[in-house]
């Protein structure tokens, strides 16, 4: 069992940076896979990008790519998210998932075992 709390400023300014952390309790987290959705009112929860368990890998969607980078720090038991230039449409709310054990695929919330609570981004034009 992992428990998972997000945190990370709430409002920015289009243009702006924001960097999200996700800080996990319980199991080793170096054991978890990583990942970071977000969902807006009246739709479906969507990636945004994943991290292998060493940090050596890492995967985006096609909307934030080239301009987010997620990281980890195993000592710190946290996962981070940094997203520059960003958009109105980035505002959503911003959920870090863990996953233990192994999937081929990392892009879905099925294949997510534990989720934080979210923290809210709202980006104004």
């Known amino acids: 069992q992992v428990s998972l709390v997000e945190s990370g400023r709430g409002l920015v300014q289009a243009g702006d940076s924001l960097r999200l952390s996700c800080t996990a309790s319980g199991r080793t987290f170096s054991s978890y896979f990583m990942g970071w959705f977000r969902q807006t009112t009246g739709k479906e929860r969507e990636f945004v990008a994943a991290i292998t368990r060493s940090g050596g890998g890492t995967f985006y969607s096609d909307s934030v790519k080239g301009r987010s980078t997620i990281s980890r720090d195993n000592a710190k038991n946290t996962v981070y998210l940094q997203m520059n230039s960003l958009k109105p449409d980035d505002t959503a709310v911003y959920y870090c998932?863990?996953?233990?054990?192994?999937?081929?695929?990392?892009?879905?919330?099925?294949?997510?075992?534990?989720w934080g609570q979210g923290t809210q981004v709202t980006v104004s034009s």
């Open positions: 998932a863990a996953r233990g054990g192994y999937s081929g695929t990392y892009r879905y919330t099925t294949d997510y075992h534990y």
